[in-house]
T-cell receptor, first 114, second 115 residues
Framework: AQSVTQLDSQVPVFEEAPVELRCNYSSSVSVYLFWYVQYPNQGLQLLLKYLSGSTLVKGINGFEAEFNKSQTSFHLRKPSVHISDTAEYFCAVSAAGGGNKLTFGTGTQLKVEL | GAVVSQHPSRVICKSGTSVKIECRSLDFQATTMFWYRQFPKKSLMLMATSNEGSKATYEQGVEKDKFLINHASLTLSTLTVTSAHPEDSSFYIC???????????FGSGTQLSVL
């Protein structure tokens, strides 16, 4: 079984500042890793995913994440945030080849302020 | 992009009644759909995997007689909360896997409140 920990429930940041949302996972098997974003009253949207290959993954809206196997982390970063990035962000993990069966973290609310 | 429609977005019902939630893939076919439940400040918890034309696979601890899942077509899965009680109040989210590319798309969720 897999588990995901998102330690920060809320992250306030000023517009144009950089941000990092933390995600750590645990698993006894190889994993795929995902970041999803949920805007108010909308469904979850895939930001980026790591399946294999390069550990630095670039996603939509200028976000990127780095898979660190030794630290079992998959932190999400953006060098300069916008007001429109205000949303809930979920980290998720699945067993490699596990057929999209995802285990989610508790989410991090990113609040971008002027 | 691909769209998953989940209906209703919000429902309030009396204790003891049953509530049906629909999950539709609007522009793709989905042999597999997933149902999640989310409590405030908690992660999404997978309840069951819905398979078109066959019985759903429930996660440990989820009552299959309580949460009835039907996946009768390639574009529709329904979750029925039977004899709902206040403790069933929660946010329910579905996701659907596109058979053509294996990508996963989520609905916008249903907030269920049982009085």
């Amino acid at each position: 079984a897999q588990s995901v920990t998102q330690l920060d429930s809320q992250v306030p940041v000023f517009e144009e500042a950089p941000v990092e949302l933390r995600c750590n996972y645990s698993s006894s098997v190889s994993v795929y890793l995902f970041w999803y974003v949920q805007y108010p009253n909308q469904g979850l949207q895939l930001l980026l995913k790591y399946l294999s290959g390069s550990t630095l993954v670039k996603g939509i809206n200028g976000f990127e994440a780095e898979f660190n196997k030794s630290q079992t982390s998959f932190h999400l970063r953006k060098p300069s945030v916008h007001i429109s990035d205000t949303a809930e962000y979920f980290c998720a993990v699945s067993a490699a080849g596990g057929g999209n069966k995802l285990t989610f973290g508790t989410g991090t609310q990113l609040k971008v302020e002027l | 992009g691909a769209v998953v429609s989940q209906h209703p977005s919000r429902v309030i019902c009396k204790s003891g009644t049953s509530v049906k939630i629909e999950c539709r893939s609007l522009d793709f076919q989905a042999t597999t759909m997933f149902w999640y439940r989310q409590f405030p400040k908690k992660s999404l918890m997978l309840m069951a995997t819905s398979n078109e034309g066959s019985k759903a696979t429930y996660e440990q601890g989820v009552e299959k007689d309580k949460f009835l899942i039907n996946h009768a077509s390639l574009t529709l899965s329904t979750l029925t909360v039977t004899s709902a009680h206040p403790e069933d109040s929660s946010f329910y989210i579905c996701s659907a896997r596109d058979v053509s590319n294996e990508k996963l798309f989520f609905g916008s969720g249903t907030q269920l409140s049982v009085l």
